[in-house]
Nanobody, 126 residues
Framework: HVQLVESGGGSVQTGGSLRLSCAAS????????MGWFRQAPGKEREGVAT????????QYADSVKDRFTIFGDNAKRTVYLQMNSLKPEDTAMYYC???????????????????WGQGTQVTVST
């Protein structure tokens, strides 16, 4: 079993930056797909970025490309989401998630992820 704890959310103005952290504990010895997802009020949860823990392959949603960066520190068992040039539409609860990787491409579908953190709120104001 894997436990995930997010931190780093907060309130910023448009154009600002935040770095989210996701600390993993428990049975993390396997190769994992790690993902960041977000959910705004009244909207479905959507994938933001994923990273494969072994080959470091990263994927991004079109809405965050060139603004967000996902990266990990395996020694610290932590995955980060660096968010720059934030926009009001980035306002959401952000969740870290993981599943045991089955191939070299991580999935954006929420249904693939069986470990989830509690979420951290990001609010971007104009």
């Amino acid at each position: 079993h894997v436990q995930l704890v997010e931190s780093g959310g907060g309130s910023v103005q448009t154009g600002g930056s935040l770095r989210l952290s996701c600390a993993a504990s428990g049975s993390t010895a396997g190769i994992m797909c790690m993902g960041w997802f977000r959910q705004a009020p009244g909207k479905e949860r959507e994938g933001v970025a994923t990273i494969h823990s072994a080959i470091r392959r990263m994927q991004y949603a079109d809405s965050v490309k060139d603004r967000f960066t996902i990266f990990g520190d395996n020694a610290k068992r932590t995955v980060y989401l660096q968010m720059n040039s934030l926009k009001p539409e980035d306002t959401a609860m952000y969740y870290c998630a993981a599943y045991l990787a089955r191939d070299l491409l991580c999935d954006f579908s929420t249904g693939q992820y069986n470990y989830w953190g509690q979420g951290t709120q990001v609010t971007v104001s104009t």
